[in-house]
C-alpha cells in the first residue's frame, strides 16, 4: 500500500504567518487522486482540497495545494485563528486508499 | 446538502459482530457517488474500511477484507457496516462519508458523518 508522510509532525505559528505542510508518498501518486483534509477535535474531517490542488467548495482562497508524484504541498497563507487544527493528506489512486498522520498546527 | 449521519452500538464484545448503519439525507445513495467507511484511532489514524456504489459493486480495504461487509438499502436511502471477529484493536471513531465523483474521476471524501464511538470490550 502507498504510505503518506506528512511532516513536520507539529508546527507552530502565529495568526497571519504562512504555513506548508508537506506529505510525501512511498510511490508515485496521480495529482487527481491527492487530497487534502482539516480536522478540529471532535469533529470529522472536512475536505479542503481535492486533485491536489482544487479548492472544495467553500473554502477560502488562503488554503492552496499543489505537487505531483511523490511530493505535496498545502500551503496556508495568513493564518486565521480557525485554522489551527490537524490537516491530512489521503491519496485515492492505488487501493487501499490511505491517509497520512497528520500534521498538528498549532498557536506558537 | 448532504448529510450522514451513523448509528449503532457502542459497545461490542471480543469475537462479536460490529453492525453500523449510515442514513443519508439530502441526496439518493442511488447518486454517482461511493458511500465509504472510514475509522480513526490513535493506534492506525484514519484508515479506509470498504465503500459501496449503488450498483452494489465494493471495494475493501485489503487488511480488513475477510471481516467486513458494506451493504445497501436503496429504500431506505441508506448503507451499512459489519465487522465480526472484532478484538480491542477494532475500537475506534466510524465515520461513514461520500466518496464524490466528477463523471469517472472519484476522488474526495466530500461529506462525512458525524461519527460514532464504538469500544470493543467484554
Known amino acids: 500500500e502507498i504510505v503518506l508522510t506528512q511532516s513536520p509532525g507539529t508546527l507552530s505559528l502565529s495568526p497571519g504567518d504562512r504555513a506548508a505542510l508537506s506529505c510525501r508518498a512511498s510511490?508515485?501518486?496521480?495529482?487527481?487522486?491527492l487530497a487534502w483534509y482539516q480536522q478540529k477535535p471532535g469533529q470529522a474531517p472536512r475536505l479542503l482540497i481535492y486533485g491536489a490542488s482544487t479548492r472544495a467548495t467553500g473554502i477560502p482562497d488562503r488554503f492552496s495545494g499543489r505537487g505531483s508524484g511523490t511530493d505535496f504541498t498545502l500551503t496556508i497563507s495568513g493564518l486565521e485563528p480557525e485554522d489551527f487544527a490537524v490537516y491530512y493528506c489521503?491519496?485515492?489512486?492505488?487501493?487501499?486508499?490511505?491517509f497520512g498522520r497528520g500534521t498538528k498546527l498549532e498557536i506558537k | 446538502q448532504v448529510q450522514l449521519q451513523e448509528s449503532g452500538p457502542g459497545l461490542v464484545k471480543p469475537s462479536g459482530s460490529l453492525s453500523l448503519t449510515c442514513v443519508v439525507s439530502g441526496g439518493s445513495i442511488t447518486s454517482n457517488n461511493w458511500w465509504s467507511w472510514v475509522r480513526q484511532s490513535p493506534r492506525k489514524g484514519l484508515e479506509w474500511i470498504g465503500e459501496?456504489?449503488?450498483?452494489?459493486?465494493?471495494n475493501y480495504n485489503p487488511s480488513l477484507i475477510s471481516r467486513v461487509t458494506v451493504s445497501a438499502d436503496k429504500s431506505m436511502n441508506q448503507f451499512s457496516l459489519k465487522m465480526t471477529s472484532v478484538t480491542a484493536a477494532d475500537t475506534a471513531e466510524y465515520y461513514c462519508a461520500r466518496r464524490g465523483c466528477t463523471g469517472g474521476t472519484c476522488n474526495r471524501f466530500d461529506s462525512w458523518g458525524q461519527g460514532t464511538r464504538v469500544t470493543v470490550s467484554s
Open positions: 510511490q508515485g501518486v496521480s495529482s487527481t487522486y
Open positions: 489521503q491519496q485515492y489512486d492505488t487501493s487501499p486508499f490511505t
Open positions: 459501496i456504489y449503488h450498483s452494489g459493486r465494493t
